[in-house]
């Protein structure tokens, strides 16, 4: 047992509440349910996630794949430095990585120096290595949208043809296409 389950254990047995363990670990709720169910500690209070089972115990389980609102594959990985709070992470990062046997640079959310995927066919299902291109900035992924792809560029709303929209369009296109 490595030292982030000893203090998730820690912290849970000194307030029995999952949300706290998250917030003073910064670790998603299906891994410190995860801890937890290998230590054998329950909350005091009845937790639906310990009833239903975790994973594969879970008889609504797909295999930790899922597909997001946004339409982008979602993998399940807890433990990876992108994944969301749920555990989940993109799967076209994954794949990135993989080809490049190291972890994308990430700043934080919306950062310009995160490196960034791009799928070349538009279609954001498509995660073969050969349908990905790694950007080393937001707004060199961005640039490149805006200038061979416009329907995809970032103020797309233009195309709706509001005044309003085409005049901060022409406001911004320079910044974006330096």
Same mark, same amino acid.
């Given at each position: 047992?490595?030292?982030?389950? /000893?203090?998730?254990?820690? #912290?849970?047995? /000194?307030?029995?509440?999952?949300?706290?363990? =998250?917030? =003073?670990?910064?670790?998603?709720?299906?891994?410190?349910?995860?801890?937890?169910?290998?230590?054998?500690? +329950?909350? +005091?209070?009845?937790?639906?996630?310990?009833?239903?089972? #975790?994973? +594969?115990?879970?008889?609504?389980?797909?295999?930790?794949?899922?597909? *997001?609102?946004?339409?982008?594959?979602? #993998?399940?990985?807890?433990?990876?430095?992108?994944?969301? *709070?749920?555990?989940?992470?993109?799967?076209?990062?994954?794949?990135?990585?993989?080809?490049?046997?190291? *972890?994308?640079?990430?700043?934080?959310?919306?950062?310009?120096?995160?490196? $960034?995927?791009?799928?070349?066919?538009?279609?954001?299902?498509?995660?073969? =290595?050969?349908?990905? =291109?790694?950007?080393?900035?937001?707004?060199?992924?961005?640039?490149?949208?805006?200038?061979? &792809? *416009?329907?995809?560029?970032?103020?797309?709303? #233009?195309?709706?043809?509001?005044?309003?929209?085409? &005049?901060?369009?022409?406001? $911004?296109? +320079?910044?974006?296409?330096?």
């Amino acid at each position: 047992m490595g030292a982030m389950e /000893k203090r998730i254990i820690s #912290i849970f047995e /000194k307030t029995n509440n999952i949300s706290e363990v =998250q917030r =003073q670990t910064g670790k998603c709720r299906v891994y410190v349910l995860k801890v937890l169910r290998g230590a054998g500690l +329950k909350s +005091k209070k009845k937790n639906m996630a310990y009833s239903r089972g #975790i994973g +594969k115990n879970n008889k609504l389980w797909k295999g930790g794949k899922n597909i *997001s609102p946004d339409g982008y594959i979602r #993998i399940l990985k807890p433990n990876h430095p992108r994944a969301l *709070s749920n555990g989940y992470v993109w799967e076209h990062i994954v794949v990135i990585e993989k080809k490049l046997g190291r *972890s994308l640079k990430y700043y934080g959310k919306g950062d310009n120096r995160n490196e $960034n995927v791009h799928h070349i066919n538009g279609n954001k299902l498509d995660n073969r =290595q050969s349908n990905l =291109q790694l950007f080393n900035t937001l707004s060199a992924h961005t640039k490149y949208e805006c200038e061979t &792809e *416009s329907k995809k560029c970032p103020q797309s709303k #233009i195309n709706k043809g509001t005044r309003r929209n085409k &005049e901060w369009h022409k406001r $911004n296109t +320079k910044r974006f296409l330096k």
